[in-house]
């Protein structure tokens, strides 16, 4: 079976690529496994210490396969189809949310329902003023899926977050900087170099600490204050025992960049 995505390795980075430009990087089953094995097989390589989703062509990804949508209508097989297809996909908004390393969405183009949420679980997002964003749920009768309820409703305010899934309207890359969903636009001959700059700062940084960092921030989400803060406490000293804690303090004290090893 054909690839749909590629992996490209530069020095400390690993670049995940859509390929299937003609179908606008559909997240089907296919995508999602693959999507999801290369995630494993990078999450255990010392040697990557961040990582780049991207599209190619005129999206990002569209999201969901509509042909195949349609052919399980006619097999009478709706639920079931989709019962199959989420189990991989919902695999991915979990992983990419406690990721152990880094990860930039870099949004060359349209990201539309499962490809913008896919966009949203990653730490980072770096458009180019060309993409353009919708939940395009609605117009399916489907809700928000591929953790759009969770995603839009902690981030927007209650009518932000309405108005996003129940239109189902395009937002340009502005509009989702200024909703505080984009951080940085740039030009589409741009958008690698920008990935890669960010990319790198991240790769050269204390990576064991932004994973950490990650898996407070989620578990921030619904724990009481007093059990979050001794577990924010438990999870400070033990990042005080890390290796990389030793050369951030001495970098500082000796007033050189740090080299941090993700340790």
């Not at 490209?8 to 980075?13: Q, S, V």
């Not at 569209?62 to 199959?84: C, H, N, V």
């Not at 180019?128 to 969770?150: E, V």
């Not at 890669?196 to 989400?221: I, V």
Request: a neutral charge; hydrophobic letters at 40%; charged letters at 25%.
């Amino acid at each position: 079976m054909e690839k749909k995505l590629e992996v490209e390795i530069t020095e400390k980075i690993a670049i995940i690529k859509f390929i299937d430009s003609k179908n606008y990087n559909p997240l089907n089953k296919q995508t999602a496994i693959e999507l999801l094995e290369i995630l494993n097989n990078l999450k255990n390589q010392e040697n990557i210490r961040s990582v780049i989703i991207t599209g190619s062509g005129k999206a990002f990804s569209a999201g969901g396969d509509i042909k195949k949508f349609k052919q399980s209508i006619e097999d009478g097989t709706p639920g079931r189809l989709m019962d199959d297809l989420t189990k991989d996909l919902y695999k991915i908004a979990y992983e990419l949310r406690l990721y152990p390393k880094p990860v930039i969405a870099a949004v060359n183009g349209w990201a539309v329902g499962a490809g913008m949420n896919l966009a949203l679980s990653c730490d980072l997002i770096i458009a180019s003023d060309q993409a353009k964003f919708r939940q395009s749920f609605s117009n399916l009768a489907l809700i928000p899926g591929f953790a759009g309820t969770i995603l839009l409703s902690r981030q927007l305010t209650w009518q932000q977050a309405t108005q996003m899934a129940f239109f189902g309207d395009t937002y340009t890359a502005l509009e989702m900087k200024n909703l505080g969903f984009v951080n940085e636009i740039v030009e589409p001959n741009k958008l690698k170099d920008k990935s890669l700059e960010w990319a790198m700062r991240l790769a050269n940084g204390p990576t064991l600490t932004y994973a950490r960092t990650k898996e407070l921030f989620y578990a921030a989400l619904s724990a009481h204050l007093d059990k979050h803060l001794e577990d924010e406490r438990q999870m400070q000293i033990k990042s005080a025992e890390t290796e990389d804690y030793k050369i951030g303090v001495n970098s500082i004290i000796n007033k050189s960049k740090p080299e941090f090893l993700g340790k």
